[in-house]
């Protein structure tokens, strides 16, 4: 355990570090956090050395990915699923446009400047520019109290939803590695699979948790609702995995499921769910973040991977411009909606490591070239939103 419990007291205290330093610059704090893993990877270059292994360790690698399945868990318990049903066309129009056509310019990139790789690593390099951080952007609205503005509500709308295909998208790229088949059957395969997962996880779930947990509450002990939450967000995951899908997938399903509990009847007056989780997640997401910077070679982007990674900063830029162009309605800033939808925060780096757990002959899909090009993809496209945002929405008219 010592090696272990070392490498937790260092990569916490990093994130730690690191998040509250991008705070202190009106940054979101995933970007401290992969920047110290990052400064982290880079001791070895300094002659430092001793903490190569926490980037390999298996037990500290499983806490991570914990870290991840609460993470989906907690977007899936604040998103109301009334609001995906609401959205206008314009939402679904642009989150449509917004997941294909940077997935596409991705897979161009890749397939131009990886000539010997795999077509699946340019697949998935387009799939990790495909959805959008939509916790970045709603931050921003809620700072200008542009939440309720139109440009708002189809940023929003449509991020949500690009957030569930991303998911799909996602399950679509495991199965297609993992099964080696044929593209056009696995992707009808798991993409019904995803979806009937979903579907029934949402039927089922939604009429069976509010009894399930009003009969908990009867309960005597401590933490008895927390417990039967947790429950359902690993179980949720594990029947994901057992089906195929990425457990990530299961976990939003479940707090899109417990979303619908009557939590104001069951936990005493001002309590929320989402907060009985918060010290677990403040503990482990941060952990995926710094694990992930300290994954990133920097002596990776020398040559190639720089101009690739230049190629996926533009592919990610372009691709949401498109998608104010679905806007439906007249008088809404078009440029404002496609800037909105440009960070990738959190959801690329999620899937930049998945891409590096998958096997594609022996070998990960995603090598050191091509995660450090996505980490600068990520880095870019969330520090340079925020501002852009602020100034777009700030203009008059």
């Not at 080696?180 to 779930?205: I, M």
């Not at 907060?275 to 503990?283: N, Q």
């Not at 040559?303 to 679905?326: E, R």
């Amino acid at each position: 355990m010592g090696p272990v419990l070392l490498a937790l007291v260092v990569l916490l205290a990093a994130a730690r570090v690191g998040g509250s330093a991008a705070e202190r610059f009106r940054q979101p704090a995933v970007l401290g956090e992969l920047a110290a893993g990052i400064l982290l990877g880079a001791l070895p270059l300094a002659g430092l050395h001793g903490l190569e292994y926490a980037a390999r360790d298996e037990v500290v690698g499983a806490i991570a990915e914990l870290g991840v399945i609460f993470l989906l868990f907690e977007v899936g318990l604040s998103t109301r699923l009334a609001d995906l049903l609401k959205v206008g066309p314009s939402a679904l129009l642009v989150a449509v446009v917004g997941m294909a056509v940077p997935m596409a310019l991705g897979y161009g990139a890749g397939q131009l400047l990886l000539p010997g790789r795999h077509p699946f690593v340019s697949l998935f390099l387009g799939a990790t520019l495909c959805a959008t951080s939509v916790g970045i952007t709603a931050r921003v609205l809620k700072d200008m109290g542009r939440v309720g503005s139109v440009e708002g509500q189809i940023i929003l709308g449509a991020a949500v939803i690009d957030d569930v295909l991303g998911l799909l998208v996602l399950a679509v790229m495991v199965g297609l590695v993992e099964g080696q088949g044929a593209p056009l059957p696995t992707l009808g395969l798991v993409g019904g699979k995803a979806v009937a997962f979903l579907a029934l996880a949402l039927v089922v779930g939604r009429w069976a948790a509010p009894r399930l947990f009003r009969g908990a509450s009867r309960m005597h002990g401590k933490g008895v609702l927390f417990t039967a939450a947790l429950v359902a967000c690993l179980g949720l995951s594990w029947l994901a995995e057992v089906a195929g899908l990425a457990p990530i997938v299961g976990a939003f399903a479940a707090g899109l499921v417990l979303e619908g509990v009557p939590w104001d009847e069951l936990l005493p007056e001002g309590d929320r769910i989402e907060d009985l989780f918060l010290p677990l997640s403040t503990a482990t997401v941060p952990l995926f973040f710094v694990r992930m910077g300290l994954q990133v070679d920097l002596r990776a982007l020398a040559g190639g991977p720089v101009l690739l990674a230049l190629a996926l900063i533009l592919a990610a830029f372009l691709g949401k411009q498109a998608c104010g162009l679905a806007v439906l309605q007249r008088g809404v800033d078009r440029l404002a909606v496609g800037i909105g939808m440009v960070p990738r925060g959190e959801v690329g780096l999620i899937f930049a490591g998945i891409g590096m757990s998958l096997k594609l002959g022996g070998a990960p899909l995603l090598g050191p070239g091509e995660l450090a090009a996505v980490v600068a993809m990520v880095l870019v496209t969330t520090m340079v939103t925020p501002p852009l945002l602020r100034w777009r929405l700030a203009r008059p008219g």
